[in-house]
């Protein structure tokens, strides 16, 4: 399966303290994310991250574009819901596309245990019926 990453800024120890947690689990899995994201994903798991540009350069935009050809099948967007409304564009667009394609998405971490534990079951198999 492929997974996307995203965080912002204030979330990216979460998400890099997600990603050793379940490293075993995503290890198993090509993995897609922004470019800071991505990159502190690595320092701390080494795990291959596939790494577009950082978020605010475009990054969110081409992950969008693999959503859009259903070449993601899991997305992970820690989000800091009290940051400024300058986040609020790339959330909408992020949501909006998930929504459209049928990926599931996870805003926090606990939706993101959830997914993950779900793909380790092998719930997630329905994907394979989009591609």
């Known amino acids: 399966m492929n997974i996307g990453l995203i965080a912002h800024e204030s979330k990216r120890k979460l998400i890099q303290n997600f990603c050793i947690a379940y490293r075993g689990s995503l290890s198993k899995h090509k993995l897609f994310a922004t ?19 950082a978020g605010n350069l475009g990054g969110e935009q081409q992950i969008g574009a693999q959503i859009e050809h259903n070449e993601i099948d899991l997305m992970i967007f820690l989000r800091d819901p009290l940051a400024p409304d300058m986040h609020k564009p790339d959330i909408n667009y992020i949501v909006k596309l998930c929504d459209m394609h049928n990926i599931p998405l996870a805003t926090n971490l606990a939706t993101a245990e959830l997914l993950i534990k779900s793909l380790d079951r092998g719930d997630m198999e329905w994907r394979e019926m989009y591609k």
């Open 35 to 53: 470019g800071t994201t991505g990159r502190l994903i690595e320092e701390v798991t080494n795990l291959s991250v596939h790494k577009y540009l």
